[in-house]
C-alpha cells in the first residue's frame, strides 16, 4: 500500500479538525443549555472521536476523489491526443481531407473570404523509385514545412492525397486574393 498524498493527508486534515470543532461545539452547547458537567471522560471522547472518524474516511475519500480526478486528466489528454490524430495527416501534422474539408466548410459558412491552393509534388513516384519512400517522405515533408511557413499560421493547410496540398488562405479585410 503506499501512503496517501500531500493532496490527500492536507484534505483530509483540514476536515478532521473542522469534525472536531463542530462536533465540540455542539456538545459544549448541547451541555452549558442542559446545565450538564461534563467529566474528563466525556471530554476526551468529543475530541478524540471526530478524529477517529474523519482521519480514515477522509483518508479514503479523498484518495478516491484523487484518483477520479487523475484518471479524468488521463481521458482528457487521450481524448485530446485522440482528437489530433483522427484530424491530422500522420506524416506531415496538417490537416488531413475530411478535417480541411469540415474546417473549410465553417469558415465558408461563417463568410471568411479568402484565396485556395491546391499543390502536388511533381515527380513524386520518379523520386520514390530511384531514391526510396523514405526520402520520397521527405519531400513530401519538406513541402508541408514550406507551405506552413510560407502560408502563415492562419491558413488551413491540408495534404489531401499522397502528393497532393490544398490551403486555404483567410484575407484580412481590403486584401485581395
Not at 467529566?39 to 477517529?52: A, E, G, H, W
Not at 496538417?94 to 465553417?106: K, P, T
Not at 461563417?110 to 526510396?132: C, M, Q, S, W
Not at 526520402?135 to 493547410?157: C, M, N, Q, V
Request: glycine letters at 8%; a negative charge.
Amino acid at each position: 500500500m503506499r501512503w496517501p498524498s500531500r493532496y490527500v493527508l492536507k484534505r483530509t486534515a483540514v476536515t478532521a479538525l473542522l469534525a472536531a470543532a463542530i462536533s465540540i461545539s455542539i456538545s459544549s452547547g448541547i451541555r452549558y443549555l442542559t446545565g450538564s458537567e461534563a467529566d474528563t471522560i466525556t471530554v476526551i471522547v468529543r475530541f478524540v472521536l471526530p478524529f477517529m472518524i474523519a482521519i480514515p474516511l477522509g483518508i479514503i475519500w479523498f484518495s478516491k476523489l484523487e484518483s477520479l480526478d487523475m484518471a479524468y486528466r488521463s481521458l482528457l489528454k487521450q481524448a485530446s491526443e485522440l482528437a489530433y490524430s483522427a484530424s491530422t495527416d500522420p506524416l506531415t501534422g496538417l490537416l488531413n481531407r475530411r478535417s480541411f474539408a469540415e474546417q473549410f466548410d465553417l469558415a465558408m459558412e461563417h463568410g471568411i473570404r479568402g484565396g485556395f491552393l491546391i499543390a502536388d509534388v511533381d515527380y513524386l513516384k520518379t523520386i520514390n523509385d530511384e531514391y526510396g519512400h523514405l526520402t520520397g517522405d521527405d519531400a513530401i515533408i519538406s513541402t508541408a514545412f514550406a507551405l506552413k511557413s510560407a502560408l502563415g499560421e492562419g491558413s488551413l493547410i491540408a495534404r489531401i492525397g499522397g502528393d497532393e496540398f490544398c490551403a486555404f488562405i483567410p484575407l484580412r479585410d481590403g486584401e485581395s486574393a
